[in-house]
């Protein structure tokens, strides 16, 4: 009697075990959870003065989370903004400069009426008309050519200031950079360094990645394709931990256009063997789906 019910509690979990593999082999396709990763490096050379994150912390795009050692930046800016004051007073008034032949031609002028009278009265030469024109002429010259030298030395003067204004602009850019800013919204995933190490541009600090909505990278067989389309639904489960499934919809959002070997991940080496395409299929996240943990799913 005793043996009789040993066989039949072995065939009971046999056909339960098989209806468990039935189960699984009922889904479509399967994979694993990944995230768009970004990794934000340093803009700047420096000590890093402050670094409030941690890993798992999750951060706003745009919001300032440190900032590197910028006082050799700011000693630099300080000279060359007391550089451009400096050439700015060395520009030449030149109406000033101007002002004591601007009054000897004025003179002249009405000089030149005076005689121009006396001459026309027949009271006085023709020649002193001519002498007073001629020294109206060298006066207006000497106008002319003091004008131009000190426009000249004037634009000079504008264009290095200029230059040097630049030179500002790019230290500001430079200061702004040693502000460190995250560039978008996402958990922080690992942390790369750490408050008064030294850094340097294009150094990885932290990486990041939004996982409000996460990817289940999945693969199909040939024969599926034309199954599947993208923007198309489809319905996702995961191990609720208690034996069961955990449902949701996710949207295929690409579908590779190239075959591939079934990666390492497959337990057999015949189905690792198979060509299959991968797709991704964008699943919305309230923090129950992980990196790395696996998924399948079922075409609706």
């Not at 002319?144 to 500001?172: F, P, Y």
């Not at 996402?186 to 294009?202: I, P, W």
């Not at 591939?260 to 789906?289: C, L, S």
Request: hydrophobic share 40%; glycine share 6%; charged share 25%.
């Amino acid at each position: 009697m005793h043996k009789v019910k040993t066989i039949g509690l072995v065939a009971s979990i046999a056909v339960m075990l098989a209806a468990c593999n039935d189960k699984r082999n009922s889904f479509d396709a399967s994979g694993s959870f990944e995230a768009k990763e970004t990794i934000i490096s340093s803009e700047a050379t420096g000590t890093i003065k402050q670094f409030n994150i941690e890993e798992g912390q999750t951060l706003q795009a745009g919001q300032a989370i440190g900032y590197i050692d910028s006082t050799q930046l700011y000693l630099k800016k300080k000279q060359l903004m007391a550089q451009v004051g400096a050439m700015l007073i060395k520009k030449p008034n030149i109406s000033a400069q101007l002002a004591a032949l601007h009054s000897q031609l004025a003179t002249a002028q009405k000089e030149k009426v005076r005689i121009t009278n006396l001459v026309n009265g027949s009271a006085a030469p023709q020649k002193q008309l001519d002498d007073i024109n001629a020294q109206i002429d060298v006066i207006e010259k000497q106008i002319k050519a003091q004008k131009s030298s000190l426009d000249i030395s004037t634009e000079g003067i504008s264009k290095e200031a200029v230059s040097v204004s630049t030179s500002i602009e790019q230290l500001n850019d430079q200061l702004a950079k040693c502000k460190i800013i995250n560039p978008e919204n996402g958990t922080v995933l690992t942390k790369y360094t750490e408050v008064n190490e030294m850094t340097a541009a294009g150094k990885p600090l932290y990486k990041i990645a939004d996982l409000s909505n996460i990817i289940l990278r999945a693969y199909i067989t040939s024969n599926q394709l034309a199954q599947v389309k993208l923007n198309q639904k489809v319905k996702v489960l995961t191990d609720d931990g208690k034996g069961g499934y955990k449902e949701t919809e996710g949207t295929i959002t690409w579908i590779n256009d190239k075959a591939e070997f079934t990666p390492k991940t497959i337990q057999t080496k015949n189905e690792r063997a198979n060509m299959v395409y991968a797709i991704k299929v964008k699943v919305n996240n309230n923090g129950v789906y992980k990196i790395g943990m696996y998924g399948e799913i079922k075409f609706q």
